[in-house]
Every structure is written in structure tokens, then in C-alpha cells.
């Protein structure tokens, strides 16, 4: 019989990404999702089928994060022999407006997840892989660049101190319970499934309505920050092989390349045969009260260790993204000169 995983945060970009890897690789997929008001479901779409089919290898679950009852009914229904811990309110941005939210889903949320599972190996004798998304937001300005495992944690942001909270204690769940339990300190990644709001998909949607004239301008914050910037698609095979490992361990997990906000209007407005400098402007509501200035992970251990590398670099990633927001820009034209929808969207919460 194949293995089973679990996987929380799979409505998210990594979650999709991640359940499509493991559905290849021949797993039974269990998702943790919460209710909404409206479907949630739109990135994992593509691999959802009716229950009742005997070829059904994603199931999901209800389930919070912040509800600790629930994780433990789902992990007693779905019997995983790993776990991946991807649910997060994960932009830093909002975790300014939302702090303790954000605390209770990151840190107290991961925590309560780790619980679940002890109790489950022990009651049941069962051993659980589990890997907890942790972020290179923890390294905050951190006095080196590159950042690797070795580099002091700085935290900028509720969302980093949250990240922090839950590193250590997946950490020390390792050392005084025996679990199997790894982090991978991850740093930017990207793709066309990106959510909205994140600076590089920002940037692809409005460069590619821009273009068809769906759009003016587009409001911006700190063009100067640096961040290294990955495909998902690459970043989730590593959480896959951190489980894999005869002992479980930490790993950064990044291209060691970066690039300005600035360099990626340049690489997305050029291929567009744009100008960004036509059509930027700054609104400092954008802004966070403590940035992060630059980000670069030395991956090497995971390379050396996992086997892992990227396939994907910035220029290919960019047009990626560019040449999926085109086609839904173009869709979108289609329908406003058709009458049949408004160009308006919410910007201003972008
Ligand atoms: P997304 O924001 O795309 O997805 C987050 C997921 O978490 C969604 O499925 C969301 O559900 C779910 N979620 C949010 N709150 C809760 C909750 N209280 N209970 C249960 N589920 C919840 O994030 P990514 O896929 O980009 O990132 C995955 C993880 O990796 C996150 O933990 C993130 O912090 C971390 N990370 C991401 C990096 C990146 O560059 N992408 C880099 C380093 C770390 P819903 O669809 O209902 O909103
Ligand atoms: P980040 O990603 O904060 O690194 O967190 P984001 O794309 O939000 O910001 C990257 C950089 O761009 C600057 N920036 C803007 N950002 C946003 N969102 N919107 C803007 O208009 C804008 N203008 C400039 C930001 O100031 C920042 O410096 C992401 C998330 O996926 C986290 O969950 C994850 O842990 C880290 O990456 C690694």
C-alpha cells in the first residue's frame, strides 16, 4: 500500500504544488482546509475527483489551524505517515494589521499540530514524518548574506516572530519527544498560482493588464528590498526529500541569487516591451513598519544532503508568470469588451 500524507495549507500556492508531487509519486493525499464562504479549492482543482471514484487519492478535510480539536479528528481519520505543516496567514504585511491572528495560526497553530501528532504515536504506536514551513523571513536583516542553518535568527514581523516561535518548538518536539521532525527555512518562491497580494505576481498581473490597457497604474512599496527568488514547483520536492532522510534536520532551501523589486519590473515590463517607469508609483501604505532589506540563502547543505537544486531561475520564472497573467489578461479583455464584467479590482488591499 502506498503512504499517506497530510497536508495542511494544500488550497494554498505550496499546498497544490505540494499534492500534485505527492499524488505522482503515488501517495494518498489528505488535505486540510478551511470553510469559506466562498471555494477555496481553485488551485487543486486539476486534481480532485468525486470521492466515490476508486482512482480518488485526495481527500479533504475540514479543519483550522487555531482549532485544535479538528486536527486532531482529521489526523485519527486520514492516519498520515507524514505531515506537512504549510497553513499560515502567510503575508508579513498583513501580519502587521493582524498580529495576534497571525500568532495564533503560525506559532500556537504549528504547536497544536505537534501535539496532535505525539499524542497520536502515542496512543497508537505510529510514527509521523512531519516538516514545518518555516521561512528565510526569521533571518530578518541578519548580518550575513548569504544566510544559511548557521546564520542568527532576526525576526522584522509578527509573521517572523510567529515563524520563529514554531521553528523551535518543531525543534524541540525532535529533541525531547523523538519526533521526526524537520524545518525547511525557505526563502522567496513564486508561480503563476502565486497569491495576488505577494510583490512578483503583483507585478505580473498588472504589467499583463497594463499591456491591454485593463490597467494605468500600478501602486507599489519599497522598490529596493532584495529577496532570492524561486519556482515552487522546485521548492516543494525538497520538503518531500527532507522526509525521506534516514534523521530528520533543518535546511535552507533558496537559488542564492537576488534581485531587487526594482529588477523584477525591469525583467517583467522588458518582455512585455514596457516601460515599468511609465506606470509605477509608490504608496506608502505599502510599506512595513520594519522592512527586510535583503534576502539570499546558501542552499549548499541542502544540495549536498538532499540531492536538491533548483531548476528554475529569475528570468524563467518571470516569463512564466508573465506568459500565464497574459492569457488570463487576455480573457479578461475579452469579457469587459463583451460588457459582461468591469475591469475594477480591489487594489488597494494589494
Ligand atoms: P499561501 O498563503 O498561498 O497558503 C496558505 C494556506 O494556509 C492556505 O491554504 C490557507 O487557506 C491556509 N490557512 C491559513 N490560515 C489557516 C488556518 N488558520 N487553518 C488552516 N489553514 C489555514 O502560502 P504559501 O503556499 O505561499 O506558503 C506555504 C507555507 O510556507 C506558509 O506557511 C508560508 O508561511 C510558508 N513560506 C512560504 C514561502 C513562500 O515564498 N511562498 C517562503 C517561506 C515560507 P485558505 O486558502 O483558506 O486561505
Ligand atoms: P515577503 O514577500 O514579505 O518576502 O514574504 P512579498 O512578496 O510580500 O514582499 C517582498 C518584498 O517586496 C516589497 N514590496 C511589496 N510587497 C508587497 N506584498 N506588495 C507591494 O506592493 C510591495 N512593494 C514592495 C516588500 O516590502 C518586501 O520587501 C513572502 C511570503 O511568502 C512569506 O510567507 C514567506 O515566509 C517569505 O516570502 C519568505
Redesign the pocket.
Known amino acids: 500500500m502506498g503512504k499517506r500524507a497530510l497536508i495542511?495549507?494544500?488550497?494554498?500556492?505550496?499546498?497544490?504544488?505540494l499534492a500534485e508531487l505527492l499524488i505522482d509519486k503515488g501517495y494518498e493525499v489528505h488535505g486540510?482546509?478551511?470553510r469559506?464562504s466562498t471555494f477555496?479549492?481553485e488551485?487543486i482543482e486539476h486534481l480532485y475527483r468525486d470521492i466515490h471514484e476508486p482512482d480518488a487519492r485526495l481527500k479533504l478535510h475540514y479543519?483550522?489551524?487555531?482549532?485544535a480539536s479538528s486536527l486532531r479528528r482529521v489526523i485519527t481519520l486520514a492516519q498520515p505517515d507524514e505531515v506537512y505543516?504549510?497553513?499560515?496567514?502567510?503575508?508579513v504585511r498583513t501580519s502587521f494589521d493582524q498580529p495576534i491572528?497571525t500568532a495564533?495560526?503560525?506559532a500556537i497553530?504549528a504547536l497544536n499540530l505537534l501535539e496532535a501528532i505525539r499524542d497520536y504515536r502515542d496512543s497508537t504506536g505510529r510514527e509521523i514524518r512531519i516538516y514545518q514551513?518555516?521561512?528565510?523571513?526569521m533571518y530578518g536583516n541578519a548580518r550575513e548574506c548569504p544566510q544559511s542553518e548557521s546564520t542568527p535568527f532576526s525576526p522584522r514581523s509578527p509573521?517572523a516572530c510567529a515563524?520563529v516561535h514554531a521553528f523551535w518548538q518543531t525543534i524541540n518536539y525532535r529533541d525531547a519527544y523523538g519526533l521526526f521532525a524537520c524545518n525547511?527555512?525557505?526563502?522567496?518562491?513564486?508561480s503563476p498560482?502565486?497569491?495576488e497580494t505577494?510583490v512578483s505576481r503583483k507585478i505580473t498581473r498588472a504589467a499583463t493588464r497594463i499591456k491591454l490597457g485593463l490597467q494605468k497604474t500600478l501602486y507599489l512599496g519599497n522598490l529596493d528590498a532584495k529577496r532570492d527568488?524561486?519556482y515552487?514547483g522546485d521548492?516543494v520536492e525538497a520538503m518531500w526529500l527532507m522526509l525521506q532522510q534516514h534523521d530528520p534536520d533543518d535546511y535552507v532551501v533558496a537559488t542564492g541569487q537576488c534581485h531587487s523589486v526594482r529588477d523584477f519590473l525591469n525583467e517583467t515590463f522588458a518582455y512585455l516591451d514596457l516601460d515599468w517607469q511609465d506606470h509605477i508609483e509608490v504608496d506608502p501604505r505599502y510599506f512595513r513598519p520594519t522592512e527586510v532589506h535583503e534576502l539570499r540563502g546558501d542552499a549548499s547543505k541542502a544540495r549536498n544532503l538532499l540531492g536538491w537544486k533548483p531548476r528554475l531561475r529569475f528570468r524563467g520564472l518571470v516569463r512564466m508568470m508573465v506568459d500565464h497573467d497574459a492569457k488570463m489578461a487576455e480573457q479578461e479583455k475579452t469579457l469587459v469588451d463583451a460588457g459582461l464584467a468591469t475591469t475594477q479590482m480591489s487594489h488597494e488591499w494589494h
Open positions: 495542511t495549507g494544500i488550497t494554498g500556492q505550496d499546498g497544490s504544488f486540510v482546509m478551511r469559506s477555496t479549492t488551485r479543519g483550522d489551524l487555531t482549532d505543516n504549510l497553513a499560515a496567514q502567510s503575508h491572528y495564533e495560526t503560525v497553530g514551513a518555516s521561512s528565510s523571513e509573521y515563524k525547511g527555512v525557505l526563502f522567496n518562491h513564486e498560482r502565486r497569491g505577494f527568488w524561486g515552487a521548492y
